[in-house]
């Protein structure tokens, strides 16, 4: 049965950063989660930790046992809901077209989904249900967006923080991180009117922009530019926090902290100089689009009914594989009994009256076996469901 533990919409960052799990861990937790699941697919992002996972076992004590597999303190049960069967395939429909992100129709969630798969494959962790269940997410993801358009009204906690930004007449930026998110914060500030940029990695090679108001500085000189810019983004993967209050200037600087677990000390929030928005704060600002998006995205909800619909069906056909690979193995046997007399008879001659009876042969094997089950079924009462079958294998009605 296909399984699902997530992080509740509303638990607190806190909790979150407990429940996280960093991108370079995600291939080891599923490697340990196989030892007690047959299959197993971990979202982590800055907004969600989601565990898919497939095991005949469940409720309570199969939640008992991943945390424990996953070293996870169980007082953190409180903040995770636990979801089982059809409605877990219907949550992933929901989560790859953006329902359920805190940013509601963020765009980056897709991408986010495909790379979770992905690794998922890379080490054996998918095989039947939840390898399938991806697949038609994914093609359900790209459908919806495709539809609902919603490519023309872009949103993600990068876009909203620069436009946040923007809007507060911040002109001096310094980007900690260049992943994805990072990368993406740089490309809304390039698109955008300011005066410098500086982006602090730990490979300065890694980054190529021509921009004579961009700044490529390590990661370990960061503090040194502090002085210099009105806001720091940070979105590192770091497993701890990055900016400490020691070496913050005594200055108006406004900070978004874009990562889970935090980039922030604790102690920076208590500066009255410095305003802190955590991944939480930053979800609750208003970009101006949030209705347009929610109404184009319930418009096209019935692609998520669709390709629900889609697995269900692919799951109860799956259930009869065994009959069917036993009828073609019979088909197998039957035309090989047929195959082998034929090459015994061909040099007699009169050849087509040999095929004739080779096929009439192989006709009666199916055609006399359909009537005699026809003749027990109605001993026993059933000839119409029978016959109904009867007429659908070998179209009667035509």
Known sequence: MIQLIGSHSECTVEAREKLSIMPKHIEESIKKL??????????????????????????????DEIFKTLNWDLTLKESIFYIKGKRVAEHLMEVVCGFHSKIFGEDQILGQVKCASESSVKVHGVKSDLRKLFQIAITCG???????????????????????????????????????VGELASNYILNSDFDELYIAVRNTDAVNIIDNRVKIISFEDKS?????????????????????????????????????????????????????????RISKIDDGNRKKRKQLMQGNVYII???????????????????????????????NSRYESFKHKQ????????????????????VNRA??????????????????????IFCTQN
Not at 34 to 62: A, H, M, P, Q
Request: hydrophobic residues 40%; neutral net charge; proline residues 3%.
């Open 224 to 280: 040194k530019y502090y002085k210099d810019v009105e806001c720091l983004i940070s979105c590192t993967s770091a497993p701890h926090a990055v900016i400490f209050k020691k070496d913050l200037p005594e200055k108006k600087l406004t900070i978004y902290d874009l990562a889970i677990p935090r980039d922030v000390e604790e102690t920076v929030l208590a500066m009255p100089s410095i305003k802190v928005y955590d991944i939480d």
């Open 305 to 335: 009914d669709k390709y629900l619909e889609d697995f269900m069906n692919w799951k109860q056909l799956k259930a009869i594989d065994p009959q069917i690979k036993k009828l073609l193995k019979l088909g197998e046997k039957i035309y």
């Open 347 to 366: 040099h007699v001659g009169g050849n087509e009256e040999l095929a004739m009876t080779m096929l009439k042969s192989t006709s009666d094997a199916y």
């Open 34 to 63: 196989l030892n007690v699941c047959s299959e197993v697919v971990i979202i982590s992002t800055c907004n969600r930790l989601e565990v898919y996972f497939n095991s005949e076992e469940y409720g309570e004590d199969k939640i």
């Open 371 to 392: 009537i005699d089950v026809l003749k027990e079924e109605q001993l026993k009462g059933n000839a119409d469901e029978c016959l109904r079958i009867i007429d659908k």
């Open 142 to 180: 790209k459908k919806f967006k495709d539809k609902s358009k919603l490519y023309k009204i872009p949103v993600s906690s990068a876009s909203i923080v620069v436009k946040e930004a923007i809007n507060k007449g911040i002109r001096r930026f310094m980007i900690l991180g260049f992943g994805n």
